[in-house]
């Protein structure tokens, strides 16, 4: 099968601790029916792959990533365009290996329970206060980053993540 690294949705600013996670696609989804309605999407510069500016071949891109087409624009967005089929089986897959990462990047020894909406523009922890107070890690950011990943991909596009963290004991608001 195709494989296409978070890279592709992945911000060339990464937050510190950031990760990338692996997106796996059937072939099947990546061969072109030419009856099958086309997914065209924008993507932002700042969530590109770095080196996606210099000496990038659209066209070689496209093919590579199983994409009808693809065109850089003046103000460094790139628009793809796929499939349907492509882009359902993309979507799935990207949904998947973000909550993965999310479940991944939130195991540690404070942290006792993760819940996000399916659109991940919320995530909730469930944390032990103190140790939660005492981390310095950037757990939430990292979490806003992924989600963010993940929505410019969607028709609704970039929508925000609200991450709270409550006590687990008392159900308190912490952040």
Wanted: glycine share 6%; net charge negative; aromatic share 8%.
């Amino acid at each position: 099968g195709l494989l296409l690294l978070a890279a592709l949705a992945g911000c060339s600013q990464q937050t510190p601790g950031a990760t990338t996670a692996e997106v796996t696609l059937p072939q099947q989804a990546v061969q072109a029916d030419e009856t099958q309605t086309l997914v065209t999407l924008q993507i932002p510069a700042d969530y590109l792959p770095a080196g996606v500016q210099d000496g990038f071949d659209a066209t070689a891109y496209a093919v590579e990533n199983g994409f009808t087409s693809a065109a850089l624009a003046a103000d460094g967005s790139l628009t793809i365009t796929m499939t349907q089929r492509y882009y359902d089986a993309f979507l799935a897959a990207l949904h998947s290996s973000i909550a993965a990462q999310m479940e991944l990047d939130t195991q540690t020894d404070y942290i006792t329970a993760i819940t996000y909406s399916e659109d991940f523009s919320s995530v909730t922890l469930q944390v032990d206060r103190a140790g939660y107070e005492t981390a310095s890690d950037f757990i939430p950011s990292v979490l806003v980053h992924l989600a963010l990943t993940y929505q410019v991909y969607t028709p609704a596009g970039l929508q925000g993540c609200a991450v709270a963290v409550y006590d687990q004991q008392t159900g308190q608001l912490l952040d």
